[in-house]
């Protein structure tokens, strides 16, 4: 690989996740496991991907109940930490040592190792696009999610695949991989097939909120022509109540 090549991969990685098609290629799709074990140690730092998904989640979420709080793949546990009661669940060991969040374990959410209807609300929030068949994993959230309690998901959007961004990182010697990524476009169907109800469905658009990850990275160019492209989906659902009785 050039010099060239590996400075812009390396500015790039600085700004903005996902990456446009007009970047060098990447090197090679890295499986889930050997993906986020090669992006703990930076995972931290926010994207304009997750820090859509944090003000869906501010906007959509306000007033509702999470005394038992899962995030299911909370990979560092970030958006948890500061909530004493909340419980996670991560395939991945290594972002799970890079948070600080206590009440957290390591598992696939397709088989989760918690009791039925346990939970009052229910994250999965950036992972059903890692999952080839996120129906087992909206089957399982359903069962641990108690009756009239809620379900917020979130997805990287179908357009910005369309429009040609990849979920990527960058691993500590500069090389861009692509993370293996399966689209989903529709979530509504399956969390239906599940037994969930939709409340509410939102998207995430590129806009001045993330002009400055796109300044740091692709450029103002890149966010001019990306304006009002959808970046991230999110949704919320809520299972009926014990009776069947739709709660929406
Ligand atoms: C983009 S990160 C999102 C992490 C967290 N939800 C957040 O918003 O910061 C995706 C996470 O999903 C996890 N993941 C992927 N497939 C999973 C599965 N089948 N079960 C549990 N976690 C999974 C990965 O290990 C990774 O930590």
């Not at 820090?51 to 909370?74: N, S, Y």
């Not at 996120?134 to 009239?148: D, K």
Request: hydrophobic share 45%.
């Amino acid at each position: 690989m050039g010099l060239v090549t590996l400075l812009k991969r390396r500015i790039w990685e600085k700004g903005i996740w996902p990456f446009p098609v007009d970047v060098p290629p990447v090197i090679e799709d890295l499986n889930v496991c050997d993906a986020y074990r090669a992006w703990a140690p930076t995972y931290a730092a926010e994207t304009a991907t997750s820090f859509l998904d944090e003000e869906l989640a501010q906007e959509m979420l306000g007033g509702l109940p999470q005394t038992r709080l899962l995030d299911a793949g909370c990979g560092i546990g970030r958006r948890i930490q500061d909530i004493p009661t909340a419980v996670g669940i991560d395939l991945s060991p290594e972002m799970l040592a890079q948070g600080d969040a206590r009440n957290v374990v390591a598992g696939d959410i397709r088989k989760m190792p918690f009791k039925s209807n346990r939970f009052d609300m229910v994250w999965c929030r950036l992972v059903l696009g890692h999952l080839s068949d996120p129906l087992l994993a909206y089957r399982e959230i359903f069962r641990v999610c108690m009756p009239g309690g809620y379900v917020f998901v979130t997805d990287f959007h179908p357009d910005a695949v369309a429009a040609g961004h990849r979920r990527t990182l960058t691993d500590g010697a500069g090389i861009v991989h692509g993370i293996e990524h399966y689209v989903h476009i529709n979530h509504i169907q399956l969390a239906a097939e599940a037994g969930l109800d939709l409340i509410a469905s939102r998207d995430g658009l590129v806009s001045p909120s993330i002009r400055d990850f796109y300044l740091r990275g692709i450029g103002l160019k890149a966010y001019e022509r990306d304006i009002d492209l959808k970046l991230v989906a999110a949704f919320l659902f809520r299972k009926p109540d014990a009776r069947g009785t739709a709660l929406v």
